[in-house]
């Protein structure tokens, strides 16, 4: 595999925000298809510390963060939480967001909207750069959980919200519910585009005011329950939206799903032309070492083929011919003496008695 560098490419933030065990680190695990970042079922926080994980994504590099939730009892954690959720958006501004939100039996938990009220005063959110994901749902909802929940949240944060999203809570030792909520989560996310957020204040936060903030949200769901039949129509039609958008995302996955198979099949093709080649090739080489081999008088006298070496040795090779007879039957005119003493060797003749 060749070594590609990162360093090149155009570089975006992936900032995963949410108040602390909805489910941001592992979400962001499922994103990334391997366990990058510590995530546990506990009381408190597992994650103190803004951690990033670089990932390419086409032609882009996305640094995925892990950051603390910013809603905790103690104030000093609170402080502490927001210079790590700083950090984040100093490192990559120019990000996009997915902003975890938790439930009680679907019903969304009053801190989580406060939270997001906060840090949105402090970065305020593009809607084109923001996903909002509805985590740990259970699977058996309402018929219209998700058209009533849209509609809540259009009036609760004042925003259109393209980008909603509902995750149901999976098992996660199942691997196919896994891969469906990272199909869902990077579906959403690709349809965002990555926007420049600038500090417009500091986060705004206090542990005292936290209960006050609350009796404030819970004014507000009173107030929305009591004119829900007046927004009856659009709870319908965000409904209809959502059934119409999950459609289109099965689709498209499908039409994603099919175009992997066929490149994977294409490849497949092309590797198997590639392998028929390399045969072809190595049957026509042991064709032609068994023709070399067989030669009938191979050039190699060494049997290699390498020339031989050049004798370092200084001492000359002497052929003496030993030409033993007996008196009788020495003959020097015989054929046999006649064709060795062709060569001209020096002759030693003994005789034996
Ligand atoms: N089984 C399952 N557990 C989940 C799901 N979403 C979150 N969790 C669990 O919720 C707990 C808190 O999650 P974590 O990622 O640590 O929350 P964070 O504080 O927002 O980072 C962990 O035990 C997660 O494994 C889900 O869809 N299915
Ligand atoms: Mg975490």
Redesign the pocket.
Known sequence: MPYISLSHLPKYGLIIL??????????ANILLGKEV??????SS???HETESYEVQLGETSFAVF?I??LIEADQNRIDLNKQEIYKAFEQRPNSIIIY?FGNTNGRIRDEDFIAFNAINKAFPFNEDSLVIAI??LPKKRPENYEGEATVKFQQYLRMKLPNLCF??????DNQSERER?REKLLHVTICCRPEYHVKQQEIKLNADEISELKEGVRKQQEAYERQKAQFQNQIDKAQQKYAQLEKDRQSDIADFEKKINSLNKNLLEANRQHYNEIASHQKEINSLSRKLRDRPNPAPINNHYYPPKPSTSKKKSVSVLFWCFKSDFFNPSSNAFQTLNAFRFPTFIWRIE
């Open positions: 949410g108040n602390s065990g909805v489910g941001k680190s592992f979400l970042f510590q995530h546990k079922f506990s926080s597992v994650t892990n603390p939730g975890v985590n740990s995750l149901n809570q999976i098992n996660e909520l």
